[in-house]
């Protein structure tokens, strides 16, 4: 976890400690690797922004961030072999590019220059207007592959149809056009050989879908025993048939199976909204508000 002033801070074994603080980290972009590794970003406009790879071994500085200066939204995707990209949505009328890191070598893949700068079609070719550095919500399903969605829109500019693309050997590859529905959150899940996605939304939009060309279908949360908003803000799991979700009230339902059921009740309180949660591999789950952590039990 991460304050605004970039102070990380790493839970283990239900206790907190403090890990340190990258030079210039201010408002970071955490991208957890491992339970001891993890990648974060930030820092301010006047002084750079730059990445880092924090680890039991100290923190490595592997450069400067570029274009990814966004605090709207921006994405760290670990990659292969180490390769990691970082992509905004800040600034589309701009020729920007993600920017690539490896084996020390940085890289802005202008949309001018580079074929990767771009979603690709099956057959491998460019779609103009999908470009990767606006990509949301990156997963990484094994090494070396990942989902991620292509929004339809950024800020204002229209780019085309809401795409789910996967990652391999370097490229972005669009699978399958999703629903006209803004994900707030996404997850991947299931096997290397048929891995399934789980989108999350506004008025309890739940959709699971195989991570191909294969229609997906939307899942129905059960009917809360109290009045909650019902824009689910996450979602985690253990696998495709055993989900949860949860809304910014604190409300989780659990999926099993074809059936769903009210498993936290969330805070009933107008001045308490949350906008993220992970959970702990005791299953604890640690959800945030702007400017306080929460336990839900």
């Not at 955490?30 to 880092?52: C, K, Q």
């Not at 070598?105 to 001018?112: A, I, K, N, S």
């Not at 129905?220 to 909650?228: I, M, Q, V």
């Amino acid at each position: 976890m991460a304050n605004e002033y970039g102070h990380l801070f790493h839970l283990r074994d239900g206790h907190w400690r403090y890990a340190g603080r990258p030079e210039h980290a201010r408002r970071p972009w955490v991208r957890v690797l491992d339970p001891d590794t993890a990648l974060v970003g930030g820092g301010e406009r006047l002084l750079g922004r730059r990445l880092y790879r924090l680890s039991p071994g100290g923190t490595e500085d592997l450069g400067d961030l570029d274009f990814c200066n966004s605090s709207v939204h921006v994405e760290l995707f670990p990659a292969e072999r180490g390769v990691t990209y970082c992509n905004t949505s800040e600034m589309p009328h701009l020729n920007g590019g993600a920017v690539r890191f490896a084996d020390g070598v940085r890289t802005v893949l202008r949309e001018d220059g580079y074929k990767e700068a771009f979603v690709h079609d099956p057959d491998n070719t460019p779609l103009n207007d999908h470009p990767v550095r606006f990509l949301q919500f990156t997963r990484s399903h094994r090494a070396g592959a990942g989902y991620a969605v292509s929004p339809a829109s950024t800020r204002g500019v229209v780019w085309g149809k809401r795409k789910l693309v996967r990652f391999d050997a370097g490229t972005w590859y669009a699978v399958a056009d999703l629903p006209d529905r803004e994900p707030r959150d996404v997850w991947v899940t299931g096997p290397a050989a048929a891995p399934v996605v789980v989108l999350v939304g506004a008025n309890g939009w739940v959709h699971v879908r195989p991570a191909g060309a294969t229609p997906g279908a939307d899942r129905t949360p059960a009917a809360p025993p109290e009045p909650t908003p019902m824009r689910l803000i996450k979602v985690w799991g253990a696998s495709p048939d055993k989900f949860w979700v949860m809304d910014e009230a604190g409300s989780v339902w659990e999926f099993a199976g074809a059936e769903s059921r009210v498993v936290v009740r969330g805070l009933r309180r107008e001045d308490v909204t949350f906008r993220d949660a992970w959970v702990a591999p005791t299953g604890a789950v640690f959800a945030v508000t702007d400017k306080h952590l929460y336990r839900l039990d």
